[in-house]
């Protein structure tokens, strides 16, 4: 025999804020109350019927019953940078020389970023640690450009004129070739 769905005493409360629920995930919370009390589903219905699992839905309903409600607090969501080994300013400060460098001509290695970035840290990271970091700081590997910034294409032209030509150009030989006969 299944037990009898607990929060009764909140079912009126859960009815009302039906129409008042904002988001897909507070409308989801008050349905997981309500079903179960008004229509007599089981949990694993009552998930089916709001399209989460049953543990997920388990825990809307626990939720709506421990705080009286929806409770629209501003509650710290989830996301952000929790596991950063430096905040955007630190690590903008930490790749600065590293760009200066680049921005001159020179080329960004990133053993050179993860090496520093050991010693910064105190610890060892994975290489990946410091393409994730270019990566935030829109960082793309560039590609060389076909001709240098300091070359001159009028000296360039000069030289292939009076460069000298040992061996004949093809098709230049002044015989056709071919089979006689």
Known sequence: MARKARGRDLLEQAKECLSK???AE???QVQAVVMPLEFGLSMEQTARAIGVSAGWA???RNRFI??????????????GRRRANMNVEE??????????????????VVGEIKNALDQRLGRKVALASAYNLLHRHDWRKLTPDKRHPKSDAAAQD????NFPTLL???GKTGRAKGRSG
């Not at 421990?66 to 996301?79: A, H, P, Q, T, V």
């Not at 690590?91 to 960004?108: N, Q, S, T, V």
């Not at 000069?158 to 004129?161: Q, S």
Request: with cysteine.
């Open 158 to 161: 000069v030289w292939k004129k």
């Open 26 to 28: 507070e409308l989801r």
């Open 58 to 60: 388990c825990q809307l």
């Open 91 to 108: 690590e903008d400060a930490f790749l600065a020389p590293f760009f200066d460098k680049a921005k001159e001509g020179g080329i960004l």
């Open 21 to 23: 629920a904002k988001t």
């Open 66 to 79: 421990r705080e009286g409600g929806i409770s629209r607090e501003d509650k710290e969501l989830r996301g």
């Open 168 to 170: 004949p150009k093809p």
